[in-house]
């Protein structure tokens, strides 16, 4: 089979740039920010971002444009014989499932409010019903698994075109059209009259607010944010010559993917402190929270549609990412055409995604971590907490051990091409450092994680003595 290319440096940016701009991004950072403290969370998520994501983003792509081949091939070209670094593969093949399992159904619910917007029928409402319009939603299993079945299909749709014309055009546009789109509501939100104290508990650290779960949850939602330890960037790596270095594109990347960030909570926080809404709501800020926002707006209409538009093509944006890395990992173990590999993908992910839809009304008597968990909770935390740092980790020792790819094939991959090179005292920290790190908050992650209304290992830990 014939390797595919992307067509230029800017689609592949932007394509990778895709795939981190997401939900992680617009919908989650948001929320976790304001859950977390605000400046405080959004300080140490710059820190891990730099210090954890980028080595780890360059070790991905490393990986992909050495192997030439999707995750869960790329092992087996790249290890001694005997070795089993290849079973993390396909780890990250089914990781990539679980994530588009809740991923769906969560851009489902944001094209729902576009076209709520968009037709009128969620403007001119009391901010009873504005708080109403979610838990609707929710309940509805027809709109749910309706909307996301909507967001399977147009995302394997695009992916049947083919690499260049379907998956980097399409994203192209889309990824422009959203920052512009950001920066008029960010000047919009920069107008209203809280946008002082918005912008103060989004940027100004409070030490207070600082502790382990704080810790722990900036670290995870800088390598979800970042589509980590699954093989997204590895496949993307795959696709590219060797004509720039790795470390530049990924700083590019990276960068890029920190002012949607940025810039979603510069949109939501002020819009929050101006409307009396709180900002430690959860994860349904982005569609409670943000419909009152709007009813209580001039022009809410305008600026909803305008706004749901934005966060839909942020989180499409990954869609299309995570699809074309499940197409190419089943295309090389199957040798099936894209367009019929398209098809049977369509069908899989659709069924697998059908729980987390009715997770919220048929199903909702599953609740795995207390009375206020989901399914969507339950994909989630296998996603965020156990996949992403343990294939970051994984990733991490395969790079730098002499019993893996080694530390010299690595820095010679990353640092060919024009471009920001690997620097020979980086080596200490990427060798032992950082897999430690990465290693450490995983395990915190797990002490300190929530598994049934309240309960914590640590806190058990803590009651024995």
Known sequence: MQRERLGSRLGFILLSAGCAIGVGNVWKFPWMAGSNGGGIFVLLYFIFLFLLGLPVMVMEFSLGRAAQCSPVSLYKKLEKPGQKWHIHGYVALIA??????????VTGWI?????????????????TQAGELFGNMLSDPVVMVGFMAIVVVIGFVILCFGLQSGVERVTKYMMIVLLALMVVLAINSFRLPGAKEGLSFYLKPDLSKLNGNVVVSAMNQAFFTLSLGMGSMAIFGSYIGKERSLVGESVNILLLD????????????????????EPAVGPSLLFEAMARVFNNMAGGRIWGSVFFLFMFF?????????????????RELTGMTRVKTCLICMAVVFVLSVPCALGFNLLSGIKPFGQASSILDLEDFIVSNCVLPLGALCYSLFCVSKHGWGYDNFEAEANTGKGMKLKSWMRPYITYVLPVIIGFLFVMGILTFSFADGFTILGAIKNLF
């Open 314 to 330: 942020a989180a499409m944006s990954t869609i299309i990412a995570v699809f074309e890395n499940i197409v190419a990992c089943i």
């Open 258 to 277: 920190t002012f949607v960030a940025v810039v979603a909570g510069f949109i939501i926080f002020p819009a929050c402190f101006t409307f009396d809404v």
């Open 96 to 105: 990539n499932f679980i994530l588009v399992m809740f991923y769906t159904s």
């Open 111 to 127: 094209l729902r409010y576009f076209v709520g917007f968009v037709s009128g029928e969620m403007t001119g409402i009391t901010d």
